[in-house]
Protein backbone atom coordinates (compact mmCIF):
# COMPACT_ATOMS: atom_id res chain seq x y z
CA UNK A 1 0.00 0.00 0.00
CA UNK A 2 1.15 3.60 -0.82
CA UNK A 3 0.33 6.37 1.05
CA UNK A 4 0.06 10.08 0.31
CA UNK A 5 0.41 13.49 2.09
CA UNK A 6 -2.45 15.62 3.14
CA UNK A 7 -1.71 19.18 3.36
CA UNK A 8 -2.04 18.79 7.15
CA UNK A 9 1.09 16.42 6.90
CA UNK A 10 -0.66 13.18 7.72
CA UNK A 11 0.01 10.51 5.39
CA UNK A 12 -3.66 8.43 4.22
CA UNK A 13 -3.61 4.97 2.08
CA UNK A 14 -4.27 5.40 -1.41
CA UNK A 15 -7.26 3.00 -0.70
CA UNK A 16 -9.30 4.00 2.40
CA UNK A 17 -12.28 1.86 3.58
CA UNK A 18 -15.92 3.87 3.93
CA UNK A 19 -18.02 2.24 6.81
CA UNK A 20 -21.18 3.04 4.27
CA UNK A 21 -21.59 -0.01 2.70
CA UNK A 22 -20.52 -2.23 5.42
CA UNK A 23 -22.67 -0.75 8.22
CA UNK A 24 -25.89 0.00 6.98
CA UNK A 25 -29.71 -1.41 6.38
CA UNK A 26 -28.91 -0.77 2.69
CA UNK A 27 -26.28 -2.80 2.35
CA UNK A 28 -26.65 -6.16 4.33
CA UNK A 29 -25.12 -4.67 7.66
CA UNK A 30 -23.53 -7.81 8.97
CA UNK A 31 -21.67 -6.42 12.02
CA UNK A 32 -19.32 -8.87 12.02
CA UNK A 33 -18.50 -9.13 8.58
CA UNK A 34 -17.75 -5.63 9.29
CA UNK A 35 -15.64 -6.09 11.99
CA UNK A 36 -13.40 -8.79 9.76
CA UNK A 37 -12.89 -6.18 6.75
CA UNK A 38 -11.59 -3.57 9.45
CA UNK A 39 -9.14 -5.39 10.94
CA UNK A 40 -8.08 -6.95 7.28
CA UNK A 41 -7.89 -3.70 5.73
CA UNK A 42 -5.39 -2.57 8.65
CA UNK A 43 -3.48 -5.71 7.52
CA UNK A 44 -3.25 -4.43 4.57
CA UNK A 45 -1.94 -1.11 5.17
CA UNK A 46 -4.96 0.99 5.08
CA UNK A 47 -4.58 3.44 7.78
CA UNK A 48 -7.82 5.51 6.54
CA UNK A 49 -11.12 4.96 7.51
CA UNK A 50 -14.12 7.14 5.73
CA UNK A 51 -17.45 7.38 8.22
CA UNK A 52 -20.43 9.22 9.36
CA UNK A 53 -22.72 9.58 12.39
CA UNK A 54 -25.53 8.68 10.40
CA UNK A 55 -24.54 5.09 9.11
CA UNK A 56 -26.05 2.43 10.44
CA UNK A 57 -27.00 5.56 12.33
CA UNK A 58 -24.15 5.03 14.68
CA UNK A 59 -23.11 1.98 13.96
CA UNK A 60 -20.34 2.97 11.57
CA UNK A 61 -18.64 4.81 14.02
CA UNK A 62 -18.99 2.20 17.12
CA UNK A 63 -17.86 -0.68 14.73
CA UNK A 64 -15.19 1.53 13.83
CA UNK A 65 -14.16 1.89 17.26
CA UNK A 66 -14.72 -1.63 18.30
CA UNK A 67 -12.47 -3.40 15.73
CA UNK A 68 -9.44 -1.11 15.73
CA UNK A 69 -9.53 -0.50 19.41
CA UNK A 70 -6.64 0.93 20.97
CA UNK A 71 -5.06 1.08 17.34
CA UNK A 72 -7.28 3.89 16.23
CA UNK A 73 -4.82 6.03 17.83
CA UNK A 74 -2.44 5.10 14.67
CA UNK A 75 -5.30 5.15 11.97
CA UNK A 76 -6.68 8.76 10.08
CA UNK A 77 -10.32 8.87 10.79
CA UNK A 78 -13.01 11.06 9.11
CA UNK A 79 -16.72 11.54 9.97
CA UNK A 80 -19.35 13.90 8.83
CA UNK A 81 -22.26 15.54 10.79
CA UNK A 82 -25.07 17.07 9.52
CA UNK A 83 -27.69 14.47 9.09
CA UNK A 84 -29.98 14.39 11.93
CA UNK A 85 -30.85 10.61 12.45
CA UNK A 86 -32.00 11.06 16.44
CA UNK A 87 -35.90 12.39 15.97
CA UNK A 88 -38.17 9.57 15.00
CA UNK A 89 -39.14 9.33 11.38
CA UNK A 90 -36.98 10.33 8.14
CA UNK A 91 -33.41 11.61 8.46
CA UNK A 92 -33.39 15.26 7.59
CA UNK A 93 -30.34 18.20 7.55
CA UNK A 94 -29.79 19.85 10.63
CA UNK A 95 -26.81 22.44 10.30
CA UNK A 96 -27.89 24.68 13.39
CA UNK A 97 -24.83 24.93 14.79
CA UNK A 98 -26.20 23.96 18.62
CA UNK A 99 -26.78 20.48 16.94
CA UNK A 100 -23.86 20.42 14.99
CA UNK A 101 -22.03 20.65 18.40
CA UNK A 102 -24.19 17.47 19.95
CA UNK A 103 -23.89 15.83 17.07
CA UNK A 104 -20.18 16.04 16.76
CA UNK A 105 -20.17 15.03 21.09
CA UNK A 106 -21.69 11.96 20.07
CA UNK A 107 -19.74 11.09 16.97
CA UNK A 108 -16.52 11.35 19.24
CA UNK A 109 -18.07 9.55 22.66
CA UNK A 110 -18.89 6.33 19.62
CA UNK A 111 -15.70 6.59 18.31
CA UNK A 112 -14.00 7.03 21.96
CA UNK A 113 -11.87 9.64 21.01
CA UNK A 114 -11.11 13.10 21.50
CA UNK A 115 -10.88 13.98 18.39
CA UNK A 116 -11.38 13.06 14.43
CA UNK A 117 -8.48 13.79 11.22
CA UNK A 118 -11.12 15.15 9.36
CA UNK A 119 -14.55 16.68 10.18
CA UNK A 120 -16.72 16.80 7.29
CA UNK A 121 -20.66 18.54 7.12
CA UNK A 122 -22.50 16.02 5.55
CA UNK A 123 -23.99 16.61 2.18
CA UNK A 124 -24.66 20.62 2.69
CA UNK A 125 -26.55 22.59 0.25
CA UNK A 126 -24.70 26.08 -1.11
CA UNK A 127 -26.61 28.37 1.77
CA UNK A 128 -25.13 26.12 4.43
CA UNK A 129 -21.36 26.23 2.93
CA UNK A 130 -20.97 29.97 2.82
CA UNK A 131 -22.96 30.28 6.24
CA UNK A 132 -20.81 32.30 8.30
CA UNK A 133 -21.67 30.83 12.00
CA UNK A 134 -21.32 27.15 10.57
CA UNK A 135 -17.97 27.73 9.56
CA UNK A 136 -17.25 29.52 12.77
CA UNK A 137 -18.54 26.56 14.74
CA UNK A 138 -16.46 24.17 12.71
CA UNK A 139 -12.96 26.35 12.81
CA UNK A 140 -13.63 26.63 16.57
CA UNK A 141 -14.13 22.21 16.45
CA UNK A 142 -10.66 22.66 14.77
CA UNK A 143 -8.97 25.21 17.47
CA UNK A 144 -10.16 23.03 20.10
CA UNK A 145 -8.30 20.09 19.05
CA UNK A 146 -11.65 17.85 18.25
CA UNK A 147 -10.77 17.83 14.56
CA UNK A 148 -7.90 18.16 12.66
CA UNK A 149 -8.87 19.39 9.17
CA UNK A 150 -12.10 20.53 8.51
CA UNK A 151 -14.45 19.80 5.05
CA UNK A 152 -17.12 19.41 2.96
CA UNK A 153 -18.83 15.56 1.97
CA UNK A 154 -20.29 16.76 -1.40
CA UNK A 155 -23.33 14.87 -2.58
CA UNK A 156 -25.35 12.30 -2.22
CA UNK A 157 -25.05 12.57 -6.12
CA UNK A 158 -22.62 13.84 -8.94
CA UNK A 159 -22.53 17.52 -9.94
CA UNK A 160 -21.67 19.69 -6.58
CA UNK A 161 -19.07 21.36 -8.56
CA UNK A 162 -19.98 25.53 -7.61
CA UNK A 163 -20.66 23.74 -3.77
CA UNK A 164 -16.85 22.38 -3.28
CA UNK A 165 -15.04 25.81 -5.50
CA UNK A 166 -17.42 28.02 -2.50
CA UNK A 167 -15.59 25.35 0.28
CA UNK A 168 -12.49 25.81 -1.29
CA UNK A 169 -13.18 29.24 -1.10
CA UNK A 170 -14.61 30.00 2.19
CA UNK A 171 -11.60 27.79 3.91
CA UNK A 172 -12.56 24.31 3.88
CA UNK A 173 -9.57 22.03 4.04
CA UNK A 174 -11.25 18.71 2.24
CA UNK A 175 -13.78 17.99 -0.03
CA UNK A 176 -15.07 14.33 -0.68
CA UNK A 177 -17.11 13.77 -3.98
CA UNK A 178 -17.88 11.12 -6.90
CA UNK A 179 -15.43 11.17 -9.24
CA UNK A 180 -15.18 7.94 -11.86
CA UNK A 181 -14.07 7.44 -15.34
CA UNK A 182 -18.13 7.98 -16.45
CA UNK A 183 -18.84 10.67 -14.07
CA UNK A 184 -15.73 13.08 -14.74
CA UNK A 185 -17.11 16.47 -13.79
CA UNK A 186 -16.95 18.42 -11.58
CA UNK A 187 -14.17 16.14 -10.67
CA UNK A 188 -11.92 16.99 -13.22
CA UNK A 189 -12.17 20.79 -12.22
CA UNK A 190 -12.49 20.20 -8.64
CA UNK A 191 -8.90 18.60 -8.53
CA UNK A 192 -6.81 21.98 -9.91
CA UNK A 193 -7.87 22.60 -6.53
CA UNK A 194 -4.71 22.72 -4.56
CA UNK A 195 -3.94 23.12 -0.73
CA UNK A 196 -7.37 21.14 -0.35
CA UNK A 197 -7.53 17.28 0.59
CA UNK A 198 -9.55 15.12 -2.00
CA UNK A 199 -11.29 12.01 -0.96
CA UNK A 200 -12.81 10.32 -4.03
CA UNK A 201 -16.07 8.07 -3.22
CA UNK A 202 -18.45 6.25 -5.98
CA UNK A 203 -14.88 4.79 -8.42
CA UNK A 204 -17.18 2.50 -9.75
CA UNK A 205 -19.50 4.88 -11.06
CA UNK A 206 -22.68 2.61 -9.18
CA UNK A 207 -20.94 -0.80 -9.38
CA UNK A 208 -21.36 -0.02 -13.73
CA UNK A 209 -17.30 0.14 -13.96
CA UNK A 210 -17.29 -3.36 -11.71
CA UNK A 211 -17.59 -6.19 -13.50
CA UNK A 212 -17.47 -8.08 -10.58
CA UNK A 213 -21.04 -7.33 -9.83
CA UNK A 214 -22.48 -7.99 -13.51
CA UNK A 215 -25.35 -8.19 -14.10
CA UNK A 216 -26.65 -4.94 -12.19
CA UNK A 217 -30.27 -5.38 -10.89
CA UNK A 218 -32.20 -2.47 -10.20
CA UNK A 219 -32.31 -1.72 -6.12
CA UNK A 220 -33.29 0.95 -4.16
CA UNK A 221 -31.21 -0.59 -1.50
CA UNK A 222 -27.92 0.25 -3.22
CA UNK A 223 -26.13 3.35 -4.45
CA UNK A 224 -27.60 3.28 -7.92
CA UNK A 225 -31.19 3.60 -6.37
CA UNK A 226 -30.31 7.07 -6.39
CA UNK A 227 -29.66 6.45 -10.36
CA UNK A 228 -32.03 6.30 -13.15
CA UNK A 229 -31.95 2.55 -14.45
CA UNK A 230 -32.13 3.80 -17.65
CA UNK A 231 -28.57 5.44 -16.69
CA UNK A 232 -27.42 2.46 -15.50
CA UNK A 233 -28.56 0.00 -18.59
CA UNK A 234 -27.07 2.78 -21.18
CA UNK A 235 -23.76 2.95 -19.38
CA UNK A 236 -23.48 -1.18 -19.12
CA UNK A 237 -23.73 -0.13 -22.73
CA UNK A 238 -21.13 2.18 -23.47
CA UNK A 239 -18.11 0.68 -21.25
CA UNK A 240 -16.68 -1.89 -23.79
CA UNK A 241 -14.43 0.60 -25.16
CA UNK A 242 -12.86 1.14 -21.23
CA UNK A 243 -13.01 -2.55 -20.48
CA UNK A 244 -10.86 -2.66 -23.81
CA UNK A 245 -8.37 -0.41 -22.71
CA UNK A 246 -8.22 -2.12 -19.13
CA UNK A 247 -7.58 -5.67 -20.92
CA UNK A 248 -4.61 -4.13 -23.08
CA UNK A 249 -3.13 -3.09 -20.05
CA UNK A 250 -3.43 -6.29 -17.83
CA UNK A 251 -6.58 -4.62 -15.87
CA UNK A 252 -9.65 -5.84 -14.96
CA UNK A 253 -12.17 -2.80 -15.77
CA UNK A 254 -12.46 -2.40 -12.05
CA UNK A 255 -9.08 -2.03 -11.54
CA UNK A 256 -8.60 0.45 -13.99
CA UNK A 257 -11.29 2.92 -12.22
CA UNK A 258 -9.15 3.03 -9.44
CA UNK A 259 -5.80 3.71 -11.02
CA UNK A 260 -7.49 6.12 -13.30
CA UNK A 261 -8.48 8.10 -10.32
CA UNK A 262 -4.83 7.59 -8.28
CA UNK A 263 -3.09 8.95 -11.51
CA UNK A 264 -4.25 12.20 -10.60
CA UNK A 265 -1.66 13.78 -7.99
CA UNK A 266 -3.89 16.06 -6.37
CA UNK A 267 -5.97 12.87 -5.70
CA UNK A 268 -5.18 11.80 -1.52
CA UNK A 269 -7.52 8.45 -0.96
CA UNK A 270 -10.26 6.78 -2.80
CA UNK A 271 -13.09 5.18 -1.29
CA UNK A 272 -14.76 2.01 -2.96
CA UNK A 273 -17.74 0.66 -2.28
CA UNK A 274 -16.53 -2.78 -0.29
CA UNK A 275 -18.85 -5.32 1.18
CA UNK A 276 -16.31 -8.15 2.06
CA UNK A 277 -12.95 -9.01 2.77
CA UNK A 278 -12.97 -10.18 -0.86
CA UNK A 279 -13.99 -6.64 -2.63
CA UNK A 280 -11.49 -5.24 0.16
CA UNK A 281 -8.55 -7.68 -1.17
CA UNK A 282 -9.35 -7.15 -4.59
CA UNK A 283 -9.29 -3.39 -4.23
CA UNK A 284 -6.08 -3.45 -2.30
CA UNK A 285 -4.51 -5.69 -4.88
CA UNK A 286 -5.85 -3.29 -8.11
CA UNK A 287 -3.96 -0.60 -6.05
CA UNK A 288 -0.64 -2.81 -6.12
CA UNK A 289 -0.73 -2.97 -9.66
CA UNK A 290 0.83 0.08 -10.19
CA UNK A 291 0.91 4.04 -11.54
CA UNK A 292 -1.08 4.25 -14.70
CA UNK A 293 0.78 5.68 -17.81
CA UNK A 294 0.02 9.11 -18.90
CA UNK A 295 -0.91 8.39 -22.21
CA UNK A 296 -3.43 5.36 -20.81
CA UNK A 297 -4.67 8.42 -18.93
CA UNK A 298 -5.11 10.48 -21.70
CA UNK A 299 -6.63 7.40 -23.73
CA UNK A 300 -9.62 7.10 -20.75
CA UNK A 301 -10.20 10.76 -21.07
CA UNK A 302 -10.47 10.67 -24.42
CA UNK A 303 -12.85 8.28 -24.59
CA UNK A 304 -15.25 10.46 -21.98
CA UNK A 305 -15.40 13.09 -23.91
CA UNK A 306 -16.13 11.10 -27.48
CA UNK A 307 -18.89 8.47 -26.01
CA UNK A 308 -19.83 9.08 -21.97
CA UNK A 309 -20.08 12.98 -21.32
CA UNK A 310 -24.16 12.21 -21.99
CA UNK A 311 -23.88 10.37 -19.31
CA UNK A 312 -21.88 12.29 -17.28
CA UNK A 313 -24.10 15.14 -18.07
CA UNK A 314 -27.44 13.22 -17.01
CA UNK A 315 -26.22 12.58 -13.49
CA UNK A 316 -25.63 16.65 -12.87
CA UNK A 317 -28.96 16.66 -14.43
CA UNK A 318 -30.64 14.38 -12.07
CA UNK A 319 -28.42 16.20 -9.29
CA UNK A 320 -29.81 20.02 -10.30
CA UNK A 321 -33.27 18.27 -10.25
CA UNK A 322 -32.37 16.93 -6.43
CA UNK A 323 -31.44 20.63 -5.31
CA UNK A 324 -34.84 22.22 -6.32
CA UNK A 325 -36.55 19.69 -4.34
CA UNK A 326 -34.04 19.99 -1.37
CA UNK A 327 -34.97 23.62 -1.16
CA UNK A 328 -38.59 22.54 -1.34
CA UNK A 329 -38.44 20.53 1.76
CA UNK A 330 -35.05 20.05 2.59
CA UNK A 331 -35.34 16.08 2.86
CA UNK A 332 -31.94 13.88 4.49
CA UNK A 333 -31.50 11.66 0.79
CA UNK A 334 -28.45 9.54 2.03
CA UNK A 335 -29.52 6.35 3.12
CA UNK A 336 -28.22 4.99 6.76
CA UNK A 337 -28.02 7.96 15.60
CA UNK A 338 -20.07 12.51 26.67
CA UNK A 339 -17.21 11.50 27.67
CA UNK A 340 -13.95 10.45 26.63
CA UNK A 341 -12.84 7.29 27.63
CA UNK A 342 -8.80 7.58 27.50
CA UNK A 343 -7.57 7.45 23.45
CA UNK A 344 -6.60 10.33 21.40
CA UNK A 345 -6.41 13.19 23.57
CA UNK A 346 -7.27 16.15 22.05
CA UNK A 347 -4.10 17.77 22.15
Not at 235 to 243: E, I, Q
Not at 259 to 265: E, H
Not at 266 to 294: C, I, K, Q, W, Y
Request: aromatic share 6%; hydrophobic share 40%; proline share 3%.
Amino acid sequence: MKYRRLPSGLEVSEVGLGLWSLVTDEWGANTDVAEDVIREALRLGINFFDTADVYGRGKGEEVLSKALGPKIDDVAVLTKIGLDFYRCGRIRPNFDVGYLETALSRSLERLNVGYVDILMLHNPTMDVITRREVLDFMRDVKRSGRAKMIGVSLGPTVGWGDEGKAAAAMGYEALEYIFNMIEQLPGLELLRLDGVAHIIRTPHASDVLDEVRWPLKGSERLHRGLKDPSWVEAALRKVNGLSEIAKREGLRLYELAIVYILAFKNVHSVVPNMTSVSDLRRFVEAEERGSLREAVVDEVLNYWKANLTDLNTASIEETNRLKVKRMVDRPGLEPGTSAVRGRRSSS
